[in-house]
């Protein structure tokens, strides 16, 4: 019968407590943050420091014509809105930093809603279900398109790293991207970019 000394058995139980409780923080750690309905591929996404650039009108580039379905179902595309500021915004209902600045987006969209600009939404390498879900419960007042193979960011490629989630554009009335977020956003630095870029032609409308 093989002999253990007390010490060993003692060391024996503290390592096996070790790797228990390092499991466990590996298994929380990977759950934080995350929703049900993400995908195993999703993590190769990253949230940005939340910059913001604002281009130069001579420096501006034509936003890509996109278009596709909403979350409810309806046709839509950025030629639907020729002519308004339009802010869009790249999510995923798995996404904590997007859920963060929902609110800000809804309170901004609300705030300008009677000056020309209107929001748009990219729900990307998502479940419509959980996307749906995550509308209703945040109460967005904007639709979004779906977009689960995640097209749409790759057709901005140029402007945002298609990996960065959340980001959000500000495209003027010209069609043009004016000004971008990479990461997540908040209301004063939100309000500002859309604040300039309806000012430029303000007097013209």
Known sequence: MPFTRPGSRLRAAALRCAAAVA?????AGCAEGVDTGAASEDDRYISGDGSSTLFPVEEREQAPQVEGETLDGDR???ADYS??????NFWASWCAPCRAETPVLNEVSAEHADEGVRFLGVNIK???TSAQAFEQNQEVGYPSLYDQPGEVPQAFRETVPPQAIPSTLVIDRQGRIAARVIGATDYNQLTELVDTVVAEDAGSR
Request: proline share 0%; net charge negative.
């Open 23 to 27: 499991v466990l923080a590996a298994l």
């Open 76 to 78: 839509i595309s950025l």
């Open 83 to 88: 002519g308004d500021v339009v802010v869009l």
């Open 126 to 128: 998502d479940n419509r």
